[in-house]
């Protein structure tokens, strides 16, 4: 049975750092591409950032120099590391897993950033 479950969000000031993480299992993880997005209230689901089985990582234009995507295989985890957070970052994050036609979501988890 396939899972990805996301954690670490929550409440921070602006300018704050989280860090979320989503712990994959029952699939080859090392073979899938890991991905954030992210679904603010009334917009559509954004790619924030995503990393390869080899370890490159692209990253929306909004979120450079700020967020870092890292994955750990030996966990079966993928992170996402969110410093100089802004009120614009509050969203729903979801972690998504893909590889050729497969592909998994995570349910999410609430980053709120408010002062």
């Known amino acids: 049975q396939v899972q990805l479950v996301e954690s670490g969000g929550g409440l921070v000031q602006p300018g704050g750092s989280l860090r979320l993480s989503c712990a994959a299992s029952g699939f080859t993880f090392s073979s899938y591409a890991m991905s954030w997005y992210r679904q603010a209230s009334g917009k559509q689901r954004e790619l924030v950032a995503a990393i390869t089985p080899g370890g490159s990582t692209n990253y929306a234009e909004s979120v450079k120099g700020r967020f870092t995507i890292s994955r750990d295989n030996a966990k079966n985890t993928v992170y996402l590391q969110m410093n100089s957070l802004k009120p614009e970052d509050t969203a729903v994050y979801y972690c998504?897993?893909?590889?050729?036609?497969?592909?998994?979501w995570g349910q999410g988890t609430q980053v709120t950033v408010s002062s």
């Open positions: 998504n897993a893909r590889r050729s036609i497969y592909g998994y």
